[in-house]
């Protein structure tokens, strides 16, 4: 399962293109709030309901722990402890992980970037404990995916089916959402 973790506050669009672009692949995929209410609001005052509340996410299936960037929405996913724990164990376990935006943040607040190639919103890479610095719309680099900004979402995305189907595997969406003619 890919976990998708909604805070008040999160960036629309670097949370709900991703989501449809794994649903689209058949990816199996879950977003979570964290704010002890189904119903999130964004940054931008839409309110998006999750599928899970935080307590009821099983981490022992997860594959995937995915962040999405906006503020204060990156901060509030950084000050959850559970949320930090879970993740910083899942990482350790071996499993992947991808923020975009300000929420690679995270990452590099848990140590989870040192020695890694990474990318975020301009401004918040001096966040990035330890990592080096790409500026690429979306970076890879073995479990962990970054990308860095709204304009980076359906890149985000892409990335993510790829990394779970394959080098290429995105192309006939690209194609269909008329993404590969940009």
């Known amino acids: 399962m890919i976990y998708v973790f909604l805070a008040t506050g ?23 709030s ?13 309110g998006i309901m999750a599928d899970l509340l935080l307590p009821d ?21 950084d000050a959850c402890q559970p949320l930090t724990k879970a993740i910083k ?14 929420a690679p943040l995270v990452f590099g607040h848990l140590g989870l970037l040192e020695g890694r190639r990474a990318t975020c919103y301009p401004g918040v890479d001096s966040k990035l404990k330890g990592a080096t610095y790409t500026a690429a719309l979306v970076e890879q680099d073995g479990n962990i995916i970054t990308g860095k900004g709204p304009a980076a979402a359906f890149e985000f995305g892409y990335t993510i089916v790829d990394y779970f189907l394959g080098e290429g595997a995105s192309m006939p969406l690209r194609q269909g959402m008329i993404y590969a003619e940009l």
């Open 57 to 77: 996410v099983d981490f022992g299936e997860a594959e995937m722990l995915v962040l999405p960037g906006g503020l204060p929405g990156s901060t509030n996913l």
């Open 89 to 102: 164990q899942h990482f350790e376990e071996g499993g992947a992980i991808a923020a975009i935006c300000a």
């Open 34 to 46: 964290i704010t002890g209410n189904k119903i999130v609001q964004s940054a931008h005052g839409v």
């Open 10 to 32: 999160f960036e629309d669009i670097e949370a709900i293109a991703p989501v449809d672009i794994m649903r689209r692949a058949g990816l199996p995929v879950q977003t979570v």
